[in-house]
């Protein structure tokens, strides 16, 4: 069955940096279009940062210049660098992807267990 398993979040100061992981796995046929969301306390889930399968990538406007998606296809992993981190950057943030698996191929979404960030000023 597909997985998604995100890691690398924890506490950091403001002005520092993170980067998060996510390992798409279980019987993979092929990984599609992948994405990062996030959910602050009392608000609701939004898209970060997404990246489509040929590479092209497209982010919120709050964190252009500041983060930066990037994947590899061969491990099946999209990642997440965060530079310059601001305390509204703390919440919740999730990997997103469309996979098909090797049971049936047909695409579908999946969504990882979440890892917290939280960026203290």
């Known amino acids: 069955q597909v997985q998604l398993v995100e890691s690398g979040g924890g506490l950091v100061q403001a002005g520092g940096s993170l980067r998060l992981s996510c390992a798409a796995s279980?019987?993979?046929?092929?990984?599609?279009?992948m994405a990062w969301y996030r959910q602050a306390p009392g608000k609701q889930r939004e898209l970060v940062a997404g990246?489509?399968?040929?590479?092209?990538?497209n982010y919120e406007d709050s964190v252009k210049g500041r983060f930066s998606n990037s994947r590899d296809d061969a491990k099946n992993m999209v990642y997440l660098q965060m530079n310059s981190l601001k305390p509204d950057d703390t919440a919740v943030y999730y990997c997103?992807?469309?996979?098909?698996?090797?049971?049936?191929?047909?695409?579908?979404?999946?969504w990882g267990q979440g890892t917290q960030v939280t960026v203290s000023s």
């Open positions: 997103n992807a469309e996979v098909s698996s090797t049971i049936d191929y047909i695409p579908r979404l999946y």
């Open positions: 279980g019987g993979i046929f092929r990984v599609y279009d």
């Open positions: 990246i489509r399968s040929g590479g092209s990538t």
